[in-house]
């Protein structure tokens, strides 16, 4: 559930109409609803009750400063994948305790950045980052908190782009030989040993196979406890899928994750991390496009709209659906007709939508791309030259600007011409 709704006819992010905030700000832009991401998070949170944990929200998702601040003050943890994600929970108030450090390929400068600034763990991912990590923390003369990221071997079954839990990814350590790398980084001065990780990829839209996963590292925890290892912690990474596409999905629930985690690892008393993204920030937010034309092509007709793919790569880039609905409800039992909903880029992959039903809808028209919140304008670039879009965050009856939209004149000054031109 989230709370973009039809009121008075007109689609509402909580209380504040679409078209009043598109009237001052401008199309297209991202609009983020405070309530639906508190209650996701919330969801998740309940989901773990009677468990040691932290909910950390994996702001690649959606890294606005506004976002990581909310998220911060109901409590949440956050899972950052580079340094620039680091500074920014930092900038919104995360303390280092509450921040979680994942990604394939930390620098030694990132992990020297994070353990002076102060961090909850690192989930290690390689042999050759453990060695350069424990030689960071020797030179601060500290012990870096870690889990290795585990890789069980599951198939995730989900898009093969998003998919990070089978051997042949590059992801984390395989299952079955990290016991020798326990033992090598428990021998180490600048190492401290607290749990296992793992994360098998975004969107699943079934248990099973978090399920496997989760039984694996259920496994390993009690072979490591026999080798003499303390583990206290099991971060089990995100990945939990949204109904994109309302009329015919429904992923299984953040209480049934729950229930599946305390039956697969409740047992072992360990403080529980999860890293949703996508679940808390994906339907907490709409990106809101103005239509420039209808172009009545050979056999079929094209919605030209102000939004493109920089601005929402997911259709171009996973041939994911997004929901588009017109922001002025349409009246019951109106006519609707597939249209192809596109972009104004230069490329033929610059499509939302092939063939969609919509009903009429011409110059001016405002639309809404659902469930955009998360992955929308954190992979969103200037392609075309075309100003990233502004964020706005609705609270009740209130909106702000949370990211503006930058000028030209700022976009064309960001790069520099050399004097021997
Ligand atoms: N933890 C780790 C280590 C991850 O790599 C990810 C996502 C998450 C947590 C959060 O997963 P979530 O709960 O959001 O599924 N750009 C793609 C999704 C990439 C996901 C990358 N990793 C998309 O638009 O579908």
């Given at each position: 559930?989230d709370?973009?709704?039809?009121?008075?006819?007109?689609?509402?992010?909580?209380?504040?109409?679409?078209s009043e905030?598109?009237?001052?700000?401008?199309t297209?832009?991202y609009v983020y609803?405070?309530a639906?991401?508190t209650?996701h998070?919330?969801?998740?949170?309940?989901?773990?009750?009677g468990?040691?944990?932290?909910?950390c929200?994996?702001?690649?998702?959606n890294s606005?400063?506004?976002?990581?601040?909310l998220m911060?003050?109901?409590?949440?943890?956050?899972?950052?994948?580079?340094?620039?994600?680091?500074?920014?929970?930092?900038?919104?108030?995360l303390p280092g305790d509450?921040?979680?450090f994942?990604?394939?390929g930390?620098?030694?400068?990132?992990?020297r950045?994070a353990?002076e600034?102060?961090?909850?763990q690192f989930?290690?991912?390689?042999?050759?980052?453990?060695?350069?990590?424990n030689e960071?923390?020797?030179?601060?003369?500290v012990k870096?908190?870690?889990?290795?990221?585990?890789n069980?071997?599951?198939?995730a079954?989900?898009?093969?782009?998003?998919?990070?839990?089978?051997?042949?990814?590059?992801?984390?350590?395989?299952?079955?030989?990290?016991?020798?790398?326990?033992?090598?980084?428990?021998?180490?001065?600048?190492?401290?040993?607290?749990?296992?990780?793992?994360?098998?990829?975004?969107?699943?839209?079934?248990?099973e196979p978090?399920?496997?996963?989760?039984?694996?590292?259920?496994e390993?925890?009690?072979?490591?406890r026999a080798?003499?290892?303390n583990?206290?912690?099991?971060?089990?990474?995100?990945?939990l899928?949204?109904?994109?596409?309302?009329?015919n999905?429904?992923?299984?629930?953040?209480?049934?994750y729950?229930d599946?985690?305390?039956?697969?690892v409740?047992?072992?008393?360990?403080?529980?991390?999860?890293e949703?993204?996508?679940?808390i920030?994906?339907?907490?937010?709409?990106?809101?496009?103005?239509?420039?034309?209808?172009?009545?092509?050979?056999g079929?007709?094209?919605?030209?709209v102000d939004?493109?793919?920089?601005d929402?790569?997911?259709p171009?880039?996973?041939?994911a659906?997004?929901?588009?609905?017109?922001v002025?409800?349409?009246?019951?039992?109106?006519?609707q007709?597939?249209v192809?909903v596109?972009?104004?880029?230069?490329?033929?992959?610059?499509?939302?939508?092939?063939?969609?039903?919509m009903?009429?809808?011409?110059?001016?028209?405002?639309?809404?791309f659902?469930?955009?919140?998360?992955?929308?304008?954190?992979m969103?670039s200037?392609y075309?030259?075309?100003?990233?879009?502004?964020?706005v965050?609705?609270?009740?009856?209130?909106?702000?600007?949370i990211?503006?939209?930058?000028?030209f004149d700022?976009?064309?000054?960001?790069?520099?011409?050399?004097?021997?031109?």
């Amino acid at each position: 559930m989230d709370h973009f709704l039809y009121k008075n006819g007109v689609l509402h992010a909580e209380d504040v109409s679409v078209s009043e905030i598109a009237a001052q700000v401008g199309t297209p832009f991202y609009v983020y609803s405070a309530a639906t991401l508190t209650r996701h998070f919330k969801l998740f949170d309940e989901a773990l009750e009677g468990m040691d944990h932290l909910v950390c929200f994996a702001m690649k998702s959606n890294s606005n400063l506004a976002v990581l601040k909310l998220m911060g003050e109901l409590g949440a943890g956050i899972d950052v994948v580079s340094i620039g994600e680091y500074l920014k929970a930092k900038a919104a108030g995360l303390p280092g305790d509450r921040i979680v450090f994942s990604g394939v390929g930390k620098t030694r400068w990132e992990m020297r950045q994070a353990l002076e600034g102060g961090i909850r763990q690192f989930n290690v991912e390689s042999e050759p980052e453990l060695e350069a990590l424990n030689e960071v923390a020797t030179a601060l003369g500290v012990k870096a908190p870690i889990a290795l990221r585990v890789n069980p071997d599951v198939d995730a079954k989900t898009h093969a782009k998003i998919a990070t839990g089978k051997s042949e990814n590059k992801f984390g350590i395989p299952i079955a030989t990290c016991r020798d790398v326990y033992a090598r980084a428990a021998a180490m001065e600048g190492i401290d040993v607290v749990g296992i990780d793992v994360h098998i990829g975004s969107q699943l839209t079934q248990l099973e196979p978090f399920e496997l996963a989760f039984t694996k590292v259920a496994e390993l925890t009690e072979a490591l406890r026999a080798d003499g290892h303390n583990i206290r912690r099991l971060d089990l990474g995100g990945g939990l899928g949204i109904p994109y596409e309302r009329s015919n999905e429904a992923p299984p629930l953040p209480v049934e994750y729950g229930d599946m985690i305390r039956r697969t690892v409740g047992h072992l008393g360990c403080e529980i991390e999860i890293e949703p993204g996508r679940l808390i920030s994906g339907n907490a937010g709409i990106l809101v496009s103005s239509v420039i034309y209808l172009k009545h092509g050979e056999g079929r007709d094209f919605l030209i709209v102000d939004a493109a793919m920089n601005d929402l790569v997911r259709p171009s880039m996973y041939d994911a659906y997004h929901d588009i609905v017109p922001v002025e409800e349409p009246v019951a039992g109106a006519e609707q007709a597939p249209v192809d909903v596109v972009g104004p880029i230069c490329e033929t992959g610059d499509t939302f939508a092939k063939g969609r039903n919509m009903p009429a809808l011409g110059e001016g028209d405002l639309v809404a791309f659902r469930s955009a919140g998360a992955y929308g304008a954190v992979m969103a670039s200037e392609y075309n030259s075309r100003p990233l879009v502004p964020e706005v965050l609705v609270k009740d009856d209130q909106f702000a600007v949370i990211r503006a939209r930058p000028s030209f004149d700022e976009m064309i000054n960001r790069d520099t011409i050399p004097v021997w031109l």
